[in-house]
């Protein structure tokens, strides 16, 4: 099953991309049966997971590159545990909403499909993979995809935007690759596997261990992506298309909590104790940072860029916890900020498509014109400031339960976030929803289109659901968590 989820998008890719011009129109159609048939392989890897088993499950595992002298092997290892699985719903179910609201692409539209599967593959294989080698493959595929999404469909500066997502991306991912090496030959014997990595002896060291740690979690804090690390994305937000946006705030970023969750925080658990404080004081400056730009803005898509900057300071805090409290908040805060803000860039893409203007000071009374749309963006906003009933709530209170014993300066900070994020989100749509109407926008179309109206209603759905009993995804979040939290006692 975990081959099937990785491979099958890149194989709908080329199927995709064998069409005839004349065929264009079928694209759209096998890329929603691929990420629609993902959507329900993962759940079905949901309803067979044992939540009372510990470590990975699900397995496949072979060899792949032998190096005898070198004394290491590169492994074909693909397995899920609890924080892999839940991401991995998050991203069958997001691509199958970028699918669907993507559904009127008119500019080559083969291409554009096949490259979105094509990431799909690129964020499965980060999910799955469990060895470093492989790991940093898949890493590395889904940078092409992404490039080409926002240079090619994107507006504004895009190839700008597009070259400044890529550079950032693959100087982190140097320094990645470096601290991978590092930490595969310093341990003994020499691995890439990432579980027998977590009990080998690392005495071996050929740089010190918290150097070898922050070489890797630069990589990830840039895909974060956290202050000062975070340029790149308002720009790659602003100038991407709305289903690019969704897949870049929803699933491309959790890549980076992930990964610093599954390699330097569980195969480093020592130095991740001594240097916890430096990471909550990064996490604070984030969340204040992140908020208090976004306050500054007048563009949506950037408001929200901003606004996913504060809220990845949220998931930071709540892993420099190092208790299973923090660490579970952590990662149910990257499943639901993933939905609730590939949420509010479908509302303002809707928008976006009917004004084709996403300056605030433009924008007014709409919810007289556009009720349907009104409510997805006030709902969506609302689960976005951590209303109770919404999704952002639970986490958001498991992240300051798990950090308030340890952390408290961080975490009243954290807590002065929220307010902030009260202030932009209802500026925000009083602003655009419930100002004086505009003669301008009295013709506009409401959402009455199914591949509009489907995937706004599901992301509710999950957003509600969530929040009224998250028992169902925490249980399966634990058991990833709880065995990576006794490592840290």
Not at 360 to 379: D, F, K, R, V
């Amino acid at each position: 099953m975990l081959t099937f989820l990785v491979f099958f998008p890149v194989v709908g890719a080329i199927l995709i991309m064998t069409l005839r011009r004349e065929d264009e129109r079928y694209a759209k159609v096998m890329a929603l049966c691929v990420t629609g048939t993902l959507l329900v392989v993962s759940l079905v890897l949901f309803g067979l997971f044992d939540r009372g088993q510990e470590g990975l499950q699900f397995t496949e595992h072979f060899r792949w590159i032998r190096e005898q002298d070198a004394g290491f092997d590169i492994q074909y290892f693909l397995g899920v545990d609890g924080l892999s699985l839940t991401m991995v719903i998050l991203t069958t179910f997001l691509f199958t909403v970028a699918v669907l609201i993507s559904w009127n692409v008119e500019k080559r539209p083969n291409e554009y499909f096949a490259w979105m599967l094509a990431l799909m593959t690129g964020v499965m294989g980060v999910f799955l993979a469990q060895d470093l080698i492989f790991f940093f493959l898949f890493w590395e595929v889904e940078l092409l995809p992404m490039y080409f999404l926002i240079s090619i469909w994107g507006s504004g500066r895009k190839e700008y935007s597009a070259m400044k997502f890529l550079l950032f991306t693959i100087a982190g991912s140097a320094l990645m690759l470096a601290g991978f090496l590092l930490l595969a030959f310093s341990a003994e014997p020499s691995t890439f596997d990432m579980v027998a990595l977590r009990q080998a002896d690392l005495s071996n060291v050929v740089l010190p261990l918290p150097a070898i740690f922050f070489l890797i979690f630069i990589g990830f804090a840039v895909k974060l992506p956290i202050f000062p690390l975070h340029t790149w994305l308002p720009d790659a937000h602003t100038d991407a298309p709305t289903a690019v946006s969704v897949i870049l705030a929803g699933v491309l970023l959790k890549m980076g909590g992930y990964g610093i969750l599954r390699i330097p925080i569980s195969i480093m658990p020592d130095t991740a104790q001594d240097y916890a404080v430096w990471l909550a004081s990064i996490a604070a400056a984030s969340i204040l940072y992140g908020a208090f730009m976004t306050l500054r803005q007048t563009d949506l898509k950037r408001l929200i860029a901003y606004s996913s900057v504060s809220h990845m300071g949220y998931v930071l805090l709540g892993i420099a916890a190092l208790g299973h409290v923090g660490m579970t908040g952590a990662t149910l805060q990257m499943f639901s900020h993933g939905v609730i803000t590939g949420l509010l860039f479908v509302m303002v893409g809707m928008i976006y498509d009917r004004t084709h203007t996403r300056d605030i000071n433009e924008l007014s009374g709409l919810a007289h014109h556009m009720p349907i749309i009104a409510t997805g963006m006030i709902l969506a906003g609302l689960a976005s400031l951590g209303l109770p009933a919404m999704s952002g709530f639970v986490a958001e209170l498991m992240v300051f339960l798990g950090a308030a014993d340890r952390f408290a300066a961080p975490t009243i900070i954290g807590v002065v976030g929220i307010l902030l994020s009260a202030g932009y989100v209802l500026w925000m749509v009083r602003r655009v929803m419930f100002g004086p109407k505009d003669p301008r926008w009295a013709e506009l179309p409401d959402a009455t289109s199914w591949w509009e109206q489907i995937p706004m209603a599901a992301m509710l759905a999950v957003i509600i659901a969530v929040g009224i009993y998250p028992a169902r995804l925490v249980d399966v979040i634990e058991q990833g968590i709880l065995p990576l939290a006794a490592r840290l006692l």
